[in-house]
């Protein structure tokens, strides 16, 4: 019988900031959860939406003239084309939800970016990718 997860454990339990993980895919999307502190980098995905859903602590996504700040509960999908910087402060775990074709930083390459086959390997609680 498959066991439900928590993607806020999960998360919690990362070993790196910003290397997101598949939890959990959707038709041609991915669930992915990731430990957040700093700044990722301005980028953006010129053909997908990106969605944010906050599971702990403060996320604020910097945008070209605005910005949004997402607490815990809160989500906000970044409409495609659109440059933005995701920044915590503090401390932040995030659930995103992106089509598979979606590249980490999008439209950048920096030391923090991730390719997908790095996302997709198993989690520290032994969860990768689940249906």
């Excluded at 906000?76 to 775990?93: F, I, M, Q, S, Y």
Aim: a negative charge; hydrophobic letters at 40%; aromatic letters at 4%.
């Amino acid at each position: 019988m498959p066991e439900p997860i928590s993607p806020e454990a999960i998360a919690a339990a990362l070993p790196e900031l910003w290397s997101p993980r598949v939890i959990g895919e959707v038709d041609d999307a991915y669930v992915k959860v990731a430990r957040i502190k700093g700044t990722l980098a301005w980028h953006s995905h010129d053909a997908e939406d990106e969605l944010f859903y906050v599971l702990r602590g403060v996320l604020r996504i910097e945008l070209e003239g605005d910005t949004v700040e997402l607490g815990a509960g809160q989500m906000w999908v970044v409409p495609k084309g659109t440059r933005h910087n995701p920044v915590a402060d503090e401390e932040c775990l995030v659930l995103l939800i992106e089509r598979k074709s979606t590249l980490h930083t999008g439209d950048v390459v920096t030391d923090k970016t991730r390719p997908i086959a790095e996302q997709l390997r198993g989690s520290p609680s032994g969860v990768g990718p689940v249906r």
